[in-house]
């Protein structure tokens, strides 16, 4: 079975990526168009494998097309570029909904009390099976490349995160050595960062990434490939240990906001 998958995923790279699908993902993935040429063919393979072996369903009356499953492969598979990856191999499902959602929630709130509500969400990552999005606002992340937010980013964050087994920001590495490193950087921002939060100090970073260090990851995650130059400036060494871990350097071909 697994000599079967790489063959058919072989196949696929090598399969021409279709027209009318590069023309979404110029007009949907703007961060697309700045990509390296190399990076860029490396990403048609891995949205070909991708929607493949992924399935989509579509909630609240969507029908899901081309458009969707394009756009929001695309944004996926950029965290993949350059890194030996499985293509988020828990990962059976996206879901998508029109627009933001509400979902029914559990909060403890200590002494052994739950708090049941709902809330409106934008898109939430399950630590088996599913990434749930919101179709509009997997839109408006992709348009603003210079903002910091991207729910798909966000989103398929924790889905690398998961790999490692429990969500707590600490993806597998490639290499053993990397994580004395990271969790020395890694800690000592994070705390740096909720601090900066606590005291109402401005950051490059949303605030929400101070929730816990999971958050933290996939918010640095969408600074990383949104506001590169300002986290490298801000941030040098939490820009090198994700530069290193992710295999990519967006202030290369990041392009500069235009005022």
């Known amino acids: 079975m697994f000599g079967f998958r790489q063959r058919r995923r072989k196949q696929l790279r090598m399969a021409p990526f279709p027209t009318n699908w590069l023309m979404i993902v110029e007009r949907n993935v703007p961060l697309y168009r700045y990509l390296p040429e190399a990076d860029r063919k490396e990403l048609h393979g ?25 756009t929001i492969a695309a944004q996926a598979c ?20 029109p627009s933001a959602y509400v979902a029914h ?39 603003d490349i210079h903002d910091g937010h991207n729910v798909v980013f966000h989103e398929f964050a924790h889905q690398i995160d998961h790999d490692g087994g429990e969500s707590h920001g600490s993806p597998v590495m490639e290499r053993r050595s990397m994580y004395l490193a990271w969790a020395r950087v890694l800690g000592a921002e994070y705390a740096k960062f909720r601090k900066d939060t606590e005291h109402g100090r401005r950051t490059v970073m949303d605030r929400y990434g101070a929730t816990n260090p999971a958050e933290f990851f996939a918010v640095v995650t969408e600074c990383f490939f949104e506001k590169p130059v300002q986290l490298k400036r801000k941030h040098p060494e939490l820009y090198e240990e994700f530069m290193l871990y992710y295999q990519q350097d967006p202030t290369r071909f990041y392009p500069a906001k235009k005022t």
Do not use: M, P
């Open 46 to 70: 891995h949205i070909l494998i991708f929607l493949e072996e992924k399935n989509f369903e579509g909630c609240g009356g969507l029908q899901i097309n081309d458009e969707i499953k394009v």
């Open 78 to 97: 950029i965290l993949l570029l350059h890194r030996k990856t499985d293509y988020y191999h828990t990962l059976k499902s996206i879901v998508v909904y």
């Open 105 to 143: 929630e559990s909060l403890s709130v200590g002494n052994g009390i739950v708090a049941e509500g709902e809330s409106v969400r934008l898109g939430e990552s399950w630590h088996r099976g599913a990434v749930v999005l919101s179709w509009s606002d997997v839109l408006y992340g992709a348009a």
